[in-house]
């Protein structure tokens, strides 16, 4: 059964960077498409970015657009999340998931499955 675990969070200041890791065990990561996901405090979880299978197709939601870059290592079983110019408003629980394929080629899914434990990003100064 394919499972995932979320690391990389952390505290860091209005303005740095983080870059998340999403590790895949128990099957291979590089047919499913994932999705990163963010729960702030006080607030439901949000699909934030989703990429394909083989990396080709990529979205975002606005509020992350240009900010963050999801990518993938399908040799080492990882996606990736790659987060700059970071906000106090980007404060949360980070989850990374297997999405389905037809909802991430049209947008970003707003629910996932084989969710990992999570990752806690706090911005503040």
């Known amino acids: 059964q394919l499972q995932l675990a979320e690391s990389g969070g952390g505290l860091v200041e209005p303005g740095g960077s983080l870059r998340l890791s999403c590790k895949a065990s128990?099957?291979?990561?590089?047919?499913?498409?994932v999705g990163w996901f963010r729960q702030a405090p006080g607030k439901g979880r949000e699909g934030l970015a989703c990429?394909?299978?083989?990396?080709?197709?990529?979205n975002y939601v606005d509020s992350v657009k240009g900010r963050f870059t999801i990518s993938r290592d399908n040799g080492k079983n990882t996606v990736y999340l790659q987060m700059d110019s970071l906000r106090p408003e980007d404060t949360g629980i980070y989850y990374c998931?297997?999405?389905?394929?037809?909802?991430?080629?049209?947008?970003?899914?707003?629910?996932?499955?084989?969710w990992g434990q999570g990752t806690r990003v706090n911005v503040s100064s």
């Open positions: 998931g297997k999405v389905l394929s037809a909802l991430c080629r049209a947008s970003v899914p707003g629910t996932a499955s084989n």
């Open positions: 128990g099957l291979r990561l590089d047919s499913s498409y």
């Open positions: 990429i394909s299978s083989r990396g080709d197709i990529r």
